[in-house]
């Protein structure tokens, strides 16, 4: 038996990472009930067949490609817990597992992001979520939801994993569309290094107006092509 510093090194996670394996009930525990209190151990035993639940039918690579990534950032990016993913793992759901050589444990396990947001999230690879799209835009989401609201940008509806609630994204092909055709005054002022109120004054001198209401919007959009052709006029 060891102590959960002992094994969470013996498995290559923090202390956090284990507690949160114990409290799931991924790993037993020898000791007290109660998984926070220091008095538990942890047998050396259970998390050698926790590793090799984990590691079993997984891919060697030598290296990550792109999409490749680890437990820890997999739960980052697709804004889920590390447990759901380790679940997914274990419970064969996942298509395609690998295993970093040269590492060993838990942190050496890598898994494809897209295949793990199309299960937890229900992601499509061929659209982006509201915050993804805000942030290629220039705008905060809430601006995102609201152009979607107003019927300016088509939103398709997803019901995530387990038939939770649904929740909506952007197609890429809409996205590509929408971004061809307008531009956000964020946008225009990280790319032209200039702050908002001279843009809207210049946009204003050459009667560019917003291409949506700014209130209802939350943000400002102007035509690219009203744009161009107020700069060749000029």
């Not at 060697?60 to 997914?88: D, F």
């Not at 992601?123 to 290629?136: G, K, Q, T």
């Not at 609201?146 to 890429?172: F, K, P």
């Not at 050459?206 to 690219?224: E, I, M, N, S, T």
Request: aromatic share 6%; with cysteine.
């Amino acid at each position: 038996m060891g102590d959960q510093d002992v094994s969470g090194k013996h498995l290559g996670v923090g202390r956090h990472q284990l507690i949160a394996l114990i409290k799931a009930g991924l790993i037993e525990t020898l000791g007290a009930n109660n998984p926070l209190a220091m008095r538990n151990f942890v047998s050396k035993t259970r998390v050698e067949e926790f590793t090799a639940r984990l590691t079993a039918d997984v891919k060697r690579v030598t290296r990550k490609v792109a999409g490749q990534v680890t437990i820890v950032e997999a739960a980052l990016r697709a804004n889920c817990t590390q447990i759901a993913i380790v679940k997914l793992i274990l419970e064969r759901k996942l298509s395609w597992v690998g295993k970093l050589e040269r590492r060993r444990g838990y942190n050496s396990i890598l898994v494809d992001l897209a295949e793990v947001r199309l299960i937890v999230h229900g992601v499509d690879p061929d659209a982006m979520s509201m915050l993804e799209f805000a942030n290629r835009c220039g705008m905060r989401k809430e601006a995102a939801r609201a152009l979607v609201r107003l019927g300016h940008l088509r939103g398709i509806s997803v019901v995530r994993g387990g038939g939770q609630s649904g929740q909506v994204q952007i197609e890429v092909a809409e996205a590509d569309t929408f971004h061809k055709r307008y531009v956000s005054l964020g946008e225009l002022g990280r790319t032209t290094r200039k702050g908002y109120r001279v843009i809207e004054r210049e946009l204003a001198s050459l009667d560019v107006l917003p291409a949506f209401d700014p209130k209802k919007v939350g943000a400002y959009f102007f035509d690219r092509e009203a744009i161009r052709f107020a700069n060749q006029k000029g």
